[in-house]
């Protein structure tokens, strides 16, 4: 087996294509809507769920079939048409 060094770009995969029916946003947490799909684990998850934590800057987004997940900074969203 022989090693081949990748650069951290070309070692990411790209992303998936937004779910049909959505258009790709750049949402901080405070913006994010039940309903928007978040990019985790190279797939699209969609929020069922979510719940402040102090602070409007920060959320804990729920999703079905996986643990919550904490949302700290802005990121790409995909939102319902």
């Given at each position: 087996m022989r090693y081949v060094h990748q650069?951290?770009?070309?070692?990411?995969?790209?992303?998936?294509?937004?779910p049909v029916g959505t258009v790709k946003t750049h949402s901080t947490p405070n913006e994010v809507r039940i309903?928007?799909?978040v990019l985790l684990d190279g797939q699209y998850q969609r929020i069922r769920d979510m719940r402040s934590l102090g602070t409007a800057?920060?959320?804990?987004?729920?999703?079905?079939g996986r643990p919550p997940w904490i949302m700290r900074k802005?990121?790409?969203?995909?939102r319902p048409i």
């Open positions: 650069s951290s770009k070309a070692a990411r995969a790209e992303a998936p294509p937004a309903g928007d799909f800057s920060v959320r804990v987004l729920h999703f079905a802005a990121r790409t969203v995909c």
